[in-house]
């Protein structure tokens, strides 16, 4: 119940946000297509923890946060080697462990590693993550865990 | 006083972006195999992206054309993970074979 | 700024096209044509605030949505459907 109601929340701020018109007749349209939106999402059982992770929604702020953070630095690094040219790059591929237990945890991990230039994850088998970097050092830096700790961290 | 200094931080924001956004074209032309221009392509999709679509937000000001920008922004940062995934994985099942610096084998 | 900003996007996408023309991968052609699309997303809305036409970001938040399911779609349909002794060659 407290998906619906927080998948509702969300699409009427999309409405709202998008319509810029508040006459009643739109406002009236745009409360029938929420409601029938949100009823078409039930009757499809798409709407569970998954696709609202509410649970999450306290600390994933300071984790996106820190995760803003790392995302320049490495966009400096990447960018770097860009105009210094071939010479500078050594592309590596690594099997790393997770530590996170359910699978949205392993989806935040996967898109942050992702998400950070210079490192995608390439595929997800078990408790291990394949990442392509491009160089040495940043699989080194992944190795450290801070990602995954902090990733783990939102799971509790 | 205060509407010419975001006047500059925008400028400085636009041009910035222009900047990372040429130099992720420039990794993407130049570097040797596929996996390493999907590093180039992050750059573009991540940075860039973010400081075009704030220094238009710091034009656009209060308004309801901020909020757009902002969904814009939320998302391509929400997609371009998922078709960076999607793109490696189809590679990798296609039999791409990632090219490895000979100092880093393991 | 506005100006100089939405040229720069037009030289990127011209090199998305160099690169997707040169491949030699699907997987490098497809890359270049996503990147080819965000950019598209971003051109929209400068030339929007360029020219004072500030509708013109509903059709960059349109461009954005069919951009990022046209790709997963062909990515689907390249992943399941060509033999695999081609290495990705096309």
Known sequence: MKHCLSLAFVLMVLWLGNSGYYSPLLLSLGAFSVVFAVWVSHRMDVVDHESQPLHLSGHISFFYCWLVGKIILSNIDVVKRIWLGNKSISPCVARLPLSQKTDMGKVIYANSITLTPGTVSMDIEGATVLVHALTAENIAELKDGEMNRRVADLEL | MLAGMVTVLSSACLFLGAFLLISGAVGVLRFPDFFTRMHAAGVTETLATTLILLGLMLLAGWSILSFKLLLILLFILITSPVASHALTKAALHGNLQPLVDENNEQ | ?90
């Open chain 3, 1 to 90: 700024m506005l100006v100089a900003s939405a040229v720069a996007i037009l030289v990127v996408m011209v090199m998305a096209i160099v690169r997707a023309l040169l491949g030699p991968t699907i997987y490098d052609r497809i890359l270049a044509v996503n990147l080819f699309g965000t950019k598209t997303v971003l051109l929209i809305a400068v030339i929007g605030f360029l020219f004072g036409r500030p509708d013109f970001l509903d059709i960059a938040l349109v461009y954005a949505l069919i951009n990022f399911i046209s790709i997963v779609g062909v990515l689907r349909y390249f992943e399941y459907s060509r033999s695999d002794e081609e290495g990705g060659r096309l």
